[in-house]
Nanobody, 122 residues
């Protein structure tokens, strides 16, 4: 089992910044890849960014390139998502998830956090 706990969400004005954290624990928590997805019901969960835990390889959704940065602290088993120049369309519940490798496919992620709300006001 792998446990993922997100934090750092909140309310921010357009153009502002937030930093999300995802603390991982449990078996194999420090392998594979950790990613961020977001969801605004009734839309499906959408890929945001992913980082390889050992390789550091990153991928981003086109909608966040140049504004969001994913990083990791291996010693603390924590992944971060720095979100700058936030837009109202970034409003969503943000989820941290783990997969066995770097991938953008939601179906390949086997562990999920509970989510943290990000609201961007115009």
């Amino acid at each position: 089992q792998v446990q993922l706990v997100e934090s750092g969400g909140g309310l921010v004005q357009a153009g502002g910044s937030l930093r999300l954290s995802c603390a991982a624990s449990g078996r194999t928590s420090s392998s594979g890849a950790l990613a961020w997805f977001r969801q605004t019901p009734p839309k499906e969960r959408a890929f945001v960014a992913v980082i390889g835990w050992n390789t550091g390889r990153t991928l981003y959704a086109d909608s966040v390139k140049g504004r969001f940065t994913i990083s990791r602290d291996n010693a603390k088993n924590t992944v971060f998502l720095q979100m700058n120049n936030l837009k109202p369309e970034d409003t969503a519940v943000y989820y941290c998830a783990r997969a066995g490798h770097v991938t953008v496919s939601v179906n390949e992620y086997d562990y999920w956090g509970q989510g943290t709300q990000v609201t961007v006001s115009s």
